[in-house]
């Protein structure tokens, strides 16, 4: 089978390797399509600080069954989607339901090879079910549970004004899985086409270029308050120090982004606040699901999300354009 291989920073390769076999209790996945993330491109560029090369990339995928257990829910050619955080069951942060947060946490396409590849074997109870939705909209499933995760740890109420840092898709996640529950949420990034697309395709209003004044657009849109949720999708060390000033009096802020740095911040004005600081860390079979609806329902724009495609031999030549800014990438779909 084809695989995708980043053998180092700024190098991929196309390798040949065997079909793999699935042990005890895996399912053999047929890939189909691979969304490229921020994280990608940050293993690309050598900067991701949980990672060791080579690796194969990609983590956000989904394929059709080619075998599985005896005695599976799953059916051989049955659309599936993986959610590709494995979580070892057994400790503190699996015995208090945060599979998330694993002690041992293996992340498929980070610690361990991906989902560019042909074929992949996968831990049954990490395979489900993507029927009633496109082989494409599958494969947008986990970078959308993410910003649901987030929304949901946070608590976002209905009313409540809510600040996502960071309009890429991540933070349009954020964005969108705030907004359904009920929070009047402001975007601020530095690229007209994200922020067009929050206006057009999330229906936020307050979508806001990053500028010299923002910090006083802000404080005027809010009465001077500031923001009650404040979520940081912006992978840049300032950006999540900055974000401490828009928190409101009582607030909270979630830093989805992480980065291999130190973050510092006022104690004075955060403990005056206070504020509760929060980190998001992937997302649970719940958010899974929770997208997986809000998909089928209609609610989520992944038509206008999809915005490049490439099919996985060509992925080479094209993820370096995709890096760049001028390409207007959003969400970058390969094609196994």
Same mark, same amino acid.
């Given at each position: ?37 921020g994280?990608?491109?940050h ?73 560019l ?72 990034? =530095?690229? /007209? #086409? ?8 999330? !229906?936020?209003? @307050? +979508?806001? *270029?990053?500028?010299? $004044? ?21 992978g ?29 911040? =006022?104690? /004075? #004005? ?8 929060? !980190?998001?860390? @992937? +997302?649970? *079979?719940?958010?899974? $699901? ?25 992925l080479?030549?094209?993820?370096p ?14 094609e196994?």
């Open positions: 089978m084809d695989v995708v291989v980043c053998v180092e920073p700024g190098t991929l390769v196309i390798e040949r390797r065997p079909v793999p076999e699935p042990a005890p209790g895996e399912v053999l996945v047929r890939v189909r399509r691979v969304g490229m993330c994280t990608d491109m293993i690309f560029r050598g900067v991701q600080p949980y990672l060791s090369y080579p690796r194969v990339m990609g983590h956000e995928f989904s394929g059709e069954v080619v075998t599985s257990p005896a005695g599976s829910h799953l059916s051989p050619g049955e659309p599936v989607y993986v959610v590709p955080y494995l979580s070892c069951g057994t400790c503190s942060a699996c015995r208090k339901q945060r599979p998330n947060c694993c002690m041992r946490l293996a992340v498929l396409g980070v610690h361990r090879d991906g989902g590849a042909q074929f992949v074997c996968v831990p049954e109870a990490f395979v489900f079910s993507a029927r009633g939705i496109s082989l494409d909209q599958a494969a947008m499933i986990e970078f959308l549970a993410i910003g649901a995760h987030a929304a949901r740890r946070a608590d976002v109420r209905p009313g409540q004004r809510v600040l996502v840092s960071g309009g890429g898709p991540i933070g349009i996640a954020c964005a969108l899985f705030a907004k359904l529950r009920g929070g009047e949420v402001a975007v601020v990034d =530095s690229r /007209p #086409e994200r922020l067009a697309l929050c206006r057009e395709e999330l !229906g936020i209003e @307050n +979508a806001l *270029a990053l500028s010299d $004044d923002v910090h006083s657009q802000l404080l005027s849109l809010t009465d001077g308050d500031m923001f009650d949720v404040v979520f940081d999708a912006t840049n060390a300032q950006a999540m120090e900055n974000g401490f000033r828009y928190i409101a009096h009582g607030g909270t802020y979630v830093l989805v982004s992480v980065v291999s740095a130190d973050i510092k911040f =006022s104690d /004075p #004005e955060f403990h005056k606040r206070e504020a509760t600081l929060m !980190g998001s860390r @992937n +997302a649970t *079979a719940e958010d899974f $699901d929770l997208v997986l609806q809000s998909i089928r329902a209609g609610r989520v724009p992944t038509a206008a999300l999809g915005t490049h495609r490439a099919p996985m031999l060509e080479p030549a094209m993820l354009q995709w890096l760049d800014p001028a390409a207007k990438v959003i969400k970058a779909m390969v196994c």
